[in-house]
């Protein structure tokens, strides 16, 4: 299963990157927001976090009616090779997904929020759906069964498009996405460190060192 980083500060992304944790890059337009200082332009950040990673980088169009959509893709695909263009799950973002399939642009089908979305979004060419966990928890859904749920579509028809689980808000939607088999994470820097810590590891580790320090008082490593 393969691990992008959800967020547009370039800080994290790097210092994630340097962990060799992140396969890819997803972006909103929130994020992008959030990431805009020092009078950066989106231009700016997006060309940057293109650069800055190797895998692909999901950018956000920003209108609701598909002649717009394409336009901005284009401008999008257009930064970055890695370039992949986030397409809302409506009506004209399916007309959009088609035409840009033409044109072999890759789409990553964002806000979805049923298994049947999913379907019509893949049966349109797009190479990534991603379905909103946290926010179908939000409303006391259980958002990952919608995972098992695409999951089982997708392996049914042999459908290649990648299910990404988005809006992920804590190491268990990670886990069970790897349970389910999806393809792609979408974490949050702090999700992201946490899964690499457990309270046993910290007290191993604790413990290990003060036993050195019998060995080695100043904790070198004498060789």
């Known amino acids: 299963m393969k691990i992008f980083i959800d967020t547009a500060n370039i800080d994290e992304i790097r210092e994630a990157n340097d962990y060799g944790l992140i396969d890819g890059v997803t972006t909103n337009p ?4 959030k990431a805009q200082k ?3 332009s989106f231009s700016d950040i997006a060309s940057e976090i293109l650069r800055t990673v190797n895998g692909p980088v999901s950018l956000e169009v920003v209108s609701e009616k598909s002649d717009e959509m394409v336009q901005q893709a284009l401008k999008l695909h257009n930064l970055g090779s890695n370039a992949v263009i ?15 399939k033409e044109k072999s642009i890759s789409v990553n089908t964002t806000l979805v929020f049923n298994p049947v979305q999913a379907l019509l979004a893949a049966k349109n060419g797009a190479s990534y759906v991603s379905p909103f966990v946290g926010r179908l928890d939000d409303i006391g859904e259980d958002g990952m069964s919608i995972i098992n749920q695409i999951k089982t579509i997708f392996t049914n028809y042999n459908i290649s498009t990648e299910i990404l689980v988005a809006s992920v808000r804590n190491p268990v939607h990670v886990l069970r996405a790897a349970i389910i088999g999806a393809d792609v994470v979408t974490v949050p820097f702090d999700v992201i460190k946490k899964l690499t810590t457990h309270p046993k590891t910290d007290e191993g580790l604790s413990r290990f060192m003060d036993d050195w320090k019998k060995v080695s008082p100043d904790g070198s490593l004498p060789l």
């Open 30 to 33: 929130t994020l992008i927001s």
């Open 38 to 40: 020092n009078g950066k």
């Open 86 to 100: 986030k397409i809302p799950m409506t009506l004209e973002g399916l007309k959009t997904m088609k035409i840009l």
